[in-house]
């Protein structure tokens, strides 16, 4: 359904049975079970789908190895289910990841490790070779009845010297075990979505919508045409992550304080000699000060995170320079003899833990675990039911919970489960990729290379793609291996209503460092016509963009194509 289509149909009919506020994964995986179900359910975001903490994870889709010594098995088992799910319903994006964890001695940790489990210390320690062998021995167990990976396996000093030459000397001993990583989290959540509303007409979203109060109870505001309609939902879903506290506020809900956050920021390193030192692995090691680090090879970039600093206000978050200092310190412990320019820093992003509110001075000890809250109706307004915590793994289990609970509160019961659907691009996956994208190729007069790197994109939807786009020429965008007819479905089809929706969540463009004024340019013609911008709009657009960069992202670009180094001015 196109954006005037819901916003007419919301004039007609305010009434709505479950309003969902918050289009991050957490909000768009309730929205799809709901929608399944055949429930009357709209959902409603403030700024892009999956624009907050959802674009801004560590790209792990992982069990939580380090939750064990919290006591926290319940759900280190439901994170590795998820994973598994994932990577079976999600193949086009989600894949096994080869993970490492240099080991310095051997006992260090088992006492720290023993008393903080029973809660006597909050301070981190490093964790020795018997600890990390307890921890994997039972990631190995929680997995035996659905063997998806390799078990864990152990090298002493010399085989992990001589298969990482370059990781810090002072290694003892190395472990390696399989996660997953996921390549293109925005565009997942999206086809959730999409997915959803393809379920159900009753399914209806919108982004850049925001969800305030009035006399009459709730209002939303189409931040787009300004435009504000009244609106009278059954029940409410509170799904904003860190911004929960503030939603509650906005709309009148008299609840307790709920969130806690904590900011996590990561960057995008383009050096070959750091991909190369990986070996497709993830290092996963601890900083001097104890705190938990990752970097992995991610788009022909590396990735290197994370940090965690409690935050308030999650709408000013960003990666700060003495976070940046930060990362790269403890890459130097890993890997001491590679060195990171600054313009080799290509993108940084931060997003904002949903933590649950709590006063632990150690945020590592603070749960990760996901639970609902119910805030009864108040005046005007209905039964608000809130989604505290939760991590990116555990999505779909925490939507189901959330939906689960709102069908009980309504008197209606579940008819459709998500444990085995697949999502987007991932249906009917292809156990032998070559031989699909060649026939694809063949069908629509593609290079092999173009077939591949669409079925990488878009899963099986490349096939949707390819026909649409093979219909009339379709030129390549300057400096890019995006069609202009590929960026022109993007907008018609995906709910795009700015550059930031096209290039740092619909592609990974900006992401892997790839940006140029001149495809920055291009791409802005596209969505000019297609949005029936004048020039000064489109001339306030590109600025807002290229602040929003610099800004956010530290992404300052270069005058030209390919002046990687020089990164000392906007365009101008």
Known sequence: MKRTETLAALRERPDIAVLIIGGGINGISVFRELALQGVDVL??????????????????????????????FKLVKESLRERDRLLRNAPHYVAPLPTTVPIFDIFSGIANGAV????????????????????????????ASRRLMPTHRFRGRKETLKTWPAINPATRSSATYYDAWVSRPERLGLEMLNDAMAASRAARALNYARIGSD????????????????????????????????????????APRMMGGTKGSHLIVDNQELHDALGANMVYYENEDGRICILFPYLGKVLIGSTEIRVDDPDTVRCEDDELQYILQSLAFVFPSIKIARHEIVFRFSGVRPLPASKDSFTGRIPRDHFCEFVEPVGNLPA?????????TTFRSFGALAADMALERSGLVRTVGTED????????????PADWCARLAAEHGLTMLRAQTLLERYGTSAGGIAAAISVVPDPMLPGADYSTGEIRLIIEREHVESLADIFLRRTIIAIAGDLTCQLVDAVLSILAICKGWSTAQADTERTAFLSLLEHQHGVLLPNLPGENNKRSAICA
């Open 421 to 432: 659907l697949a999502i987007g691009g991932g249906r009917d996956f292809p156990s032998d």
């Open 215 to 254: 006399e009459d109870g709730l209002a939303l505001t189409d931040t787009v045409s300004g435009e504000t309609l009244s609106l009278r939902p059954r029940l409410v879903i509170n799904a904003t992550g860190g911004w929960i506290d503030l939603t509650n506020k906005a709309i009148g809900a008299p």
């Open 43 to 72: 959902l409603a975001e403030k700024g892009d789908y999956c624009s907050g903490a959802s674009a801004a994870l560590s790209r792990m889709v992982h069990g939580g190895l380090r939750y064990l010594e919290n006591g926290e």
């Open 116 to 143: 903080r489990f029973l809660g006597l210390t909050r301070r981190p320690s490093r964790r020795g070779a018997l600890v990390i062998k307890a921890g994997l021995t039972l990631y190995d167990v929680f997995t």
């Open 384 to 392: 608000t039911l809130c989604m505290i915590g939760g991590k990116w």
